[in-house]
């Protein structure tokens, strides 16, 4: 399985009053990956996807601090719903994995409301990224 990775910043905002990345930070990093993901392996803006978030799930394992300077963050797509995408991701600093996320993205048609298939192109493009 070959994961995405992309790298991003680590703002002085971001910073709590625990002088570390504040927790709900976190899943700002994993949306900022998965909008690059979409841009880059898919062909498509997140903002132009029409998906919703249906579940995140964060577990933090070290802190993130402002002198990381930055963080990778490594998403992969393990296997591929009807409709959904689950994605498994890693924060890592330059000392080491911080956090452990997973999400699932549901494309939605909005008009109808209610979840739609991945189209042919797009899964063709994520499972070749992904080896899947």
Known sequence: MSAYTTEIDVRFRDIDAMHH???AVYS???EQARSAYFDDVVG???DRTPSVLASLSIDFLAPVELDHGSVEVALEVPELGTSSI???YEIRTPDGLAAEAETVQVLYD???EESMPIPDDWRAAIESYHDL
Do not use: F, H, I, Q
Request: proline share 7%; charged share 20%; net charge negative.
């Open 21 to 23: 990345v504040n927790n």
């Open 28 to 30: 700002t990093y994993l």
């Open 44 to 46: 498509r803006t997140l």
């Open 86 to 88: 689950p994605m498994e």
């Open 110 to 112: 909005t008009d109808a």
